[in-house]
């Protein structure tokens, strides 16, 4: 656990949560989302039993340590085996608890988590181009931006070997 935050994955009992986090329409500029989920769909997700390495996904959610309520969520998607690469998303929900080091240490966290438990060997975060909190939050925590795509996405890296 890194110090003020912990991750926990994904249950059951976080389906209100996600729902009203996920199908909030003012975050879906900022992923690949176009439409909301549904119940059905988000609760076959939280109650099968999920790894990174059989599903290429794992969603976490970022607690504070002290208080243990819910700060964000953190997703892992398409896991690469052949190169070593995972993909990499994060939502810390509320304005009030952006840019108080929730973010950064979440990363920090599953970072860890990351090295000690797979073989993962960089985690890519494509983040779009302005969404300059999101740049300033992967560059604080060490990524490094590589390239811009066709729709102007910014891919920042870091090298976990």
């Not at 304005?95 to 970072?111: F, P, Q, V």
């Not at 494509?126 to 811009?148: E, H, M, P, T």
């Amino acid at each position: 656990m890194i110090e003020g935050i912990q991750l926990r994955k994904a249950v059951e009992s976080d389906l209100e949560l996600l729902l009203e986090w996920e199908n909030e329409a003012g975050h879906w500029r900022f992923g690949n989302r176009t439409e909301p989920y549904h119940r059905d769909d988000l609760m076959a997700y939280l109650t099968a039993e999920h790894s990174l390495s059989k599903d290429g996904q794992e969603r976490w959610i970022i607690c504070s340590a002290e208080e243990e309520n819910e700060k964000g969520v953190l997703d892992l998607f398409d896991l690469n085996d052949s190169d070593g690469t995972v993909q990499i998303g994060i939502l810390i929900h509320e304005t009030s608890d952006r840019r108080k080091g929730n973010g950064i240490k979440a990363l920090e966290a599953i970072k860890s988590l990351l090295v000690e438990q797979t073989k993962v060997k960089a985690i890519h975060a494509w983040v779009q181009i302005d969404n300059v909190a999101s740049q300033g939050l992967f560059r604080k925590a060490s990524y490094v931006y590589r390239r811009k795509n066709e729709r102007g996405d910014l891919l920042f890296t870091l090298e976990l070997i």
